[in-house]
DNA sequence: CTAGCCTTCGAACGCCCGTTTGAAGCGTTC
DNA sequence: GAACGCTTCAAACGGGCGTTCGAAGGCTAG
């Protein structure tokens, strides 16, 4: 399951990932996190502190790279000359379907969605200092490109728009992947859809 | 608090709501619960035999009024001449936003999107059980009322639907209710806005 | 009044939790 | 080869967990 080749540190990070992504952060110990990692108990607090740090450094480890492949997309689509809602979109779940290929990639964007679930204080507040510029940002752009829509109405639909793209990447719905097709494609028609449909949604009358 | 005219299993039930809501199921021990209701710990096996079971008790106490409601306004629209596509999305709100009004409601919109991202499969069976069917006849009144629209964008699109309406249901967002609003007229807007999404969405090109 | 039943109660069960500790291992540097 | 850091280890800490138990309480029916 872990790879030996890798180091404690790395080791428990991604058996935690694993592990926090299928049972949730309290339903997860660090017992099983440390026997899934084949590695001491004790490992946990020598390297992350405690399992709260231990959390926070499973976010930053992805997130640090998440927003910033997003700023560049962005940056990318800003400087063209006659960007559209659609590359807009595009900058926004391309980097995030990346990173679900990456190795266990899956299991942090699953982690991504109970983060959000839980009404945890200090877990919301770290993940939306590392996370909430970038939404600004986008909300910036789109906000440019849908003159006529109504703050309000613009702050609601972007809501909506990241509701359906947490839900859609963290399989919680009805779509299963069909036999005969790589996880590449499904991510990538799956992209397809959210950006028509998101569009659309946004560009409502 | 918890009201002390209430009978017990009522009381359990809504510091459970309150308190799992809060802090999920693992979170939450059956020490605060019994606490914060005012009753002796060994009340919960009691009466409902298992933790595990005072959850399912939680989800069916709300969710047989919830689907039968949205049955109820889905015949409703369906029974009518000309159905539009906005007023099956309505029927699929309505419910859900009369459910949030009640007493405690709001709670256990919070409990219902923990179940999503809880990948837990006892209680995602559970809730889909429960859940699955009223989905899947919505599912064929708003393919009847898109025509053209491939089976698997549509299935995609509901997909994205539902997640944005448990998002933006759940509070997740970075939507707050202005002050000097009303609970009551701030679901309202967000049902409204809702719609109007949803449906220019799902009529994407 | 008393017998019966449903409910509540305090106490305890065994178990697993996150964290700490001090010793053991081990490569590097003088 | 001795001394030093960094890492790993087994073991234990106190505490909270879900659950169980037998006694006590309190209501109703005879």
New interface residues.
């Given amino acids: 399951m872990i790879n030996p080749h890798f180091s404690t540190k790395e080791r428990i990070l991604s058996a935690a990932e694993d592990l926090f992504?299928?049972?949730?952060?309290?339903?997860a110990s660090l017992r099983q996190v440390t026997s899934a990692a084949n590695v001491n108990l004790a490992a946990v607090n020598y390297h992350f502190g405690s399992k709260e740090n231990l959390i926070n450094e499973l976010f930053k480890r992805r997130l640090d790279d998440l927003t910033a492949a997003r700023m560049a997309a962005l940056d990318k689509v800003r400087s063209s000359r006659q960007a559209t809602l659609e590359q807009v979109l595009e900058a926004f779940v391309q980097p995030a379907l990346s990173l679900a290929s990456e190795r266990g990639g899956s299991s942090f964007v699953?982690l991504l969605?109970?983060a959000?679930?839980?009404?945890?204080q200090r877990l919301r507040r770290f993940v939306s200092d590392n996370y909430g510029h970038v939404?600004k940002e986008f909300a910036k752009v789109i906000a440019q490109l849908l003159p006529n829509l109504p703050k309000d109405?613009l702050?609601?639909?972007?809501?909506?728009?990241?509701?359906?793209?947490?839900?859609?990447m963290?399989d919680?719905?009805?779509?299963k992947k069909p036999a005969g097709v790589t996880d590449e494609q499904h991510r990538r028609?799956?992209a397809e859809?959210?950006v028509?449909?998101?569009?659309?949604?946004?560009?409502?009358?």
């Fill in positions: 992504a299928k049972s949730g952060f309290a339903g699953r969605a109970r959000f679930a839980e009404h945890d939404l109405a702050y609601w639909r972007l809501d909506f728009v990241s509701g359906a793209l947490t839900y859609a963290s919680f719905g009805m779509i028609t799956a859809h959210f028509r449909f998101a569009a659309a949604g946004l560009r409502a009358p």
